[in-house]
């Protein structure tokens, strides 16, 4: 498990406007948070097709450790992957390895599969009669991927996210790289949990260069939260999110009437003033519950509902689950 988690929405008390761009930037990569679900080490000798993106709403991540491989995107585009290559797809969505293009493709879940741990497998897609020289290996994570109270931007991300933009801006990625190829190829002791740590790093990574480099196609956000006007009201919600807003109060601190303000807002974000305050605090207190750090009373008081039964109704309203279901949910998903 990768996690990089705050135990606290608040930013500075006081901060220039770069500042407060940086500050809520800052908290979305420590916002963020990746649970590896179900690794697998698959070998398999050409000619092969594998099918992956079954699991809905699950992030999949792709390690070329020998051989060279095409991954066939949810869209439908083609892209030649290498030896020390990595890919995330934050969204998942079903998607293929294959040893050429043009290949029929076979679920993953029908190739032979043998446990190395409780969170790894090792996948036989090899053909018997083959040379086992010109095998590949693929390292494989499914993972539950969330950015915390900036969640929205998973949304906007490509379909398919490559290491090789990282390289230029953070060589440091590469001896993580190398580190996985060694660690996949040559199957020292522990090697499979080795291997889900670095591919948790580079993953997380290859996000961070993302919103470093302005968000590609999203940088509409990024740009919103260097407007002095707007940076601040986003700054004060994080700031204090169990506070009564209300669009009047959110547009006095942007310092414009509502109408303004809200059009302004939800061009930016996507969604209402009122809903990103709503999604905000249950994404918190989703992540409260899940670490077990408060209970749900002590939750429900600090992000500004009334009584326990008040925050339950909101939370189902807007997650589509009770507390209890969701709390479980998180509980397993940082056990596995």
């Known amino acids: 498990m990768f996690d990089q988690s705050s135990d606290h929405a608040g930013l500075p008390a006081r901060s220039t406007p770069s500042e407060t761009a940086r500050d809520l930037i800052s908290e979305l990569l420590t916002g963020m948070r990746l649970y590896g679900l179900h690794y697998r080490r698959i070998q398999a000798t050409p000619p092969f097709g594998i099918r992956f993106g079954e699991e809905p709403d699950k992030a999949q991540f792709h390690f070329v450790a020998r051989g060279q491989v095409y991954l066939r995107s949810p869209g439908g585009e083609i892209q030649p992957l290498a030896c020390g290559d990595a ?3 934050p ?3 079903p998607h ?3 040893s050429d293009p043009d290949l029929p493709c076979q679920r993953i ?5 043998t446990a190395i741990c409780s969170a790894v497998d090792d996948v036989d897609a090899c053909r018997h009669d083959a040379c086992r020289t010109d095998k590949a290996v693929i390292f494989s994570g499914c993972m539950v991927f969330d950015l915390g109270a900036m969640h929205p931007l998973v949304r906007l991300m490509p379909e398919v996210m490559h290491v090789g933009t990282l ?3 953070s060589p440091e990625i590469l001896p993580i790289l190398e580190a996985m190829e060694r660690e996949a190829r040559t199957e020292r002791a522990g090697y ?3 291997l889900t740590r670095l591919a948790d790093v580079v993953s997380a990574s290859i996000v961070r260069g993302w ?3 302005g968000c590609g196609d999203a940088s509409g956000w990024i740009e919103a939260l260097k407007d002095p006007r707007l940076g601040r009201v986003l700054a004060a919600i994080h700031r204090d999110p169990g506070r009564n807003w209300t669009v009047e109060s959110l547009a006095s601190e942007m310092g414009s009437s509502r109408s303004v303000f809200a059009e302004r807002f939800q061009a930016v974000t996507g969604m209402t003033p009122l809903r990103y305050v709503a999604e905000l605090r249950m994404r918190l207190a989703t992540q409260w519950m899940a670490r077990g750090e408060l209970s749900t009373d002590a939750i429900a008081e600090r992000l500004g509902y009334g009584s326990q039964a008040a925050f339950s109704r909101a939370f189902k309203r807007i997650t589509g689950q009770p507390p209890g279901a969701a709390a479980r949910a998180g509980r397993q998903a940082m056990a596995t």
Do not use: D, Y
Request: charged share 15%; proline share 0%.
């Open 87 to 89: 890919v995330l797809l």
């Open 91 to 93: 969204r998942g969505g």
């Open 96 to 98: 293929a390895l294959l």
């Open 109 to 113: 879940a029908q190739f032979n599969a």
């Open 167 to 169: 390289l230029a801006r």
């Open 192 to 194: 499979a949990g080795i």
């Open 211 to 213: 919103v470093e480099c």
